[in-house]
């Protein structure tokens, strides 16, 4: 039996039959909607199961939805849940810390780097204060005052330093034996027992204190104190 034509009706026969959008339909009547014009299988546009060309096929259009009562009571709630959701994920999070980050040599040596602009940091302000408001320092007389000492609990900075690595008591340096060094490097005083120095000075007096360390005086400065063994060279 033959089937009927999605537009007319009418009996289709197999030699003018088109099969498309689950329909049967003649040639002549596979057609655009709203213009007419004829269609085949290359150019048509289906849409709801009916056959449209390029220009008039409907476009898909958004409707607005009216703030009805109804509406408006589910987007409070929705809010609400979303708010109740986000506070139970917080109480759950809380406490757990931060993720742990892997110690690579990479961010090791990126640790070491911050530790030492911390403390180069700390001591220039800690100089900055001691020459603005605190009587000028005297250097000890006898070198086995020079020995580390950590600053006085009463003093009080504005800001609170952080903790320096505490280094073991040495002994007093032995009487001068008369040798004489010169700095290959500049040097910046870390701490109240030691000296600074720039390249090229000479360095008298000096006494070897332990494989790391030195004790001597500064020619040009006139200052004695602890130095860096590895920054100075015997002349």
């Known amino acids: 039996m033959n089937p009927l034509c999605g537009r007319c009706n009418l009996v289709v026969y197999p030699t003018e039959k088109v099969n498309c959008l689950d329909k049967y339909w003649h040639k002549r009547c596979f057609s655009c909607e709203v213009c007419k014009m004829t269609l085949n299988m290359k150019n048509y546009k289906g849409f709801e199961k009916r056959p449209y060309c390029n220009a008039h096929y ?34 759950k999070s809380k406490g757990k810390g931060y993720s742990v980050v892997a110690d690579t040599p990479e961010f090791q040596r990126m640790k070491k780097t911050q530790e030492q602009i911390s403390n180069i940091r700390y001591h220039e302000d800690f100089e900055k204060k001691k020459m603005g408001g605190e009587a000028p320092h005297h250097q000890p007389s006898n070198p086995s005052q020079a020995a580390y ?52 000075d ?27 063994a590895n920054y100075v060279e015997a002349i």
């Open 202 to 228: 000479v360095i008298v007096d000096v006494q070897q204190i332990d494989e790391g360390w030195m004790y001597g005086c500064v020619e040009r400065t006139g200052q004695r104190g602890m130095l860096p």
């Open 58 to 91: 409907p476009k898909t259009q958004f409707t607005a939805v009216a703030d009805t009562p109804e509406n408006l009571r589910l987007k409070q709630q929705s809010m609400m849940q979303s708010q109740v959701r986000y506070k139970e994920d917080f109480e």
């Open 149 to 200: 000492q950590p600053p006085a609990a009463s003093q009080n900075y504005h800001c609170e330093p952080t903790p320096e690595p505490v280094r073991q008591e040495v002994a007093a340096p032995p009487p001068s034996a008369g040798k004489r060094y010169r700095a290959v490097y500049d040097y910046s005083a870390a701490d109240e027992d030691e000296v600074s120095f720039v390249d090229g």
